[in-house]
């Protein structure tokens, strides 16, 4: 398992952190979201031979954020 953190803009109240915490989840390999709207950081752990980071921006992405 691996950790990483994307910074997401774009998220300002609860609706947005469960949006991406939602998408991140549906992802095969990913484990652990945590999701802090102050910073704008998300935690992810995950499989790295399950999924890329690629694909965990695209979903973030796919809901609206912009991943920097």
């Not at 774009?10 to 609706?15: K, L, R």
């Not at 469960?18 to 992810?44: F, H």
């Amino acid at each position: 398992m691996q950790t990483t953190t994307l910074d997401v803009r774009g998220m300002t109240c609860g609706h947005c952190k469960m949006s991406v915490e939602g998408a991140l989840n549906t992802l095969e390999g990913v484990s652990i979201v945590e999701v802090d709207l102050g910073t704008g950081k998300v935690n992810v752990t995950y499989d790295e031979s399950k999924v890329t980071l690629e694909k965990m921006q695209e979903a973030v992405e796919d809901q609206g954020y912009d991943v920097a």
